[in-house]
């Protein structure tokens, strides 16, 4: 089985320059700000970022194809890298400091493409988490200067702690009667948003996380890392991986029990 170890390397260069990049116009007060047929806002540094990433891609990796955010597919072959320049765009644009570039690569095998390498790298929040197949999930300052990732030994819903991003989507799937039921089942709920609860699931500090509906960029570098820290990372349906539009991330003790009650009324 491949390493895949230079490929997490260059990752974290990718991780580097997009978040000097992204850094640099956080907050700006000239930042540039649009909105994208779907009604969501991308900012001129969505655009840097994935653009810089692209750049770097293309003469480190020119045979590997290229998904992103703002920019669409480039390329075809076995190994795909997947792009989200930032996730969290209205927290960015808004000087909140929970928002983060999402780097991954997928590779082409049995039942589709499959992440092998994840980077989520936060810089206002000043925290990076990474994950190469078969090598673990890590969070740190750097490869030389990391602490292993692993998820929570929590058994009971009394006990858990569940985050997710709004109530947003949800009663228009018909599952609000199931994701409130759960609501009042967990020891505690919090509203974290975006790619934190993920990262969350992984270091075992939040037990069960889901959202109702996501592209395959908000989830492949998030997915990795948490099941490379020993949860479970599936879509609503159960099936395993980010390719299920929405997604549901848990230690993997309660995953059952968490999609019962999210697919309760469905």
């Known amino acids: 089985m491949p390493d895949y170890l ?3 390397r260059l990752a974290h260069v990718l991780a580097d320059a997009a978040d000097a990049a992204t850094m640099d116009r956080f907050k700006a007060l000239d930042l540039k700000v649009e909105t994208k047929p779907d009604m ?3 900012s001129e540094a969505d655009k840097a970022a994935e653009e810089l990433i692209r750049g770097q891609l293309q003469r480190a990796r020119p045979r590997d194809a290229i998904l992103g955010e703002e920019y669409g597919i480039e390329g075809t072959g076995p190994r795909r890298w997947v792009i989200d320049p930032i996730d969290g765009t209205k927290n960015y644009v808004r000087g909140v400091p929970v928002w983060a570039t999402l780097i991954s690569l997928m590779e082409a095998g049995e039942g589709g493409y499959q992440p092998v390498v994840g980077v989520v790298s936060a810089p206002a929040l000043g925290r990076r988490w990474w994950a190469a197949k078969g090598h673990g999930a890590f969070t740190g300052r750097s490869l030389s200067s ?24 949800w009663e228009d ?7 409130l039921d759960l609501t009042r089942e967990v020891w505690r709920t919090r509203a974290y948003g975006d ?28 997915a990795i890392v948490v ?19 929405n997604a549901a991330a848990s230690n993997g003790l309660l995953h059952d029990e968490l999609l019962g009650y999210l697919n309760e009324r469905y």
């Open 6 to 8: 230079d490929d997490l």
């Open 40 to 42: 969501t806002p991308v």
């Open 146 to 169: 990391a602490s292993r990732l692993k998820v929570s030994r929590v058994s009971k819903m009394s006990d858990a702690s569940f985050a997710y991003s709004s109530l947003t989507g």
């Open 173 to 179: 799937q018909g599952r609000l009667g199931g994701f």
């Open 195 to 222: 790619f934190w609860p993920y990262m969350m699931v992984a270091e075992g500090a939040v037990d069960i996380c889901a959202e109702p509906e996501l592209s395959l960029w908000d989830m492949a570098a998030t």
């Open 227 to 245: 099941t490379e820290a020993g949860g479970t990372f599936t879509g609503l349906d159960g099936r395993p991986g980010p390719h299920s539009g």
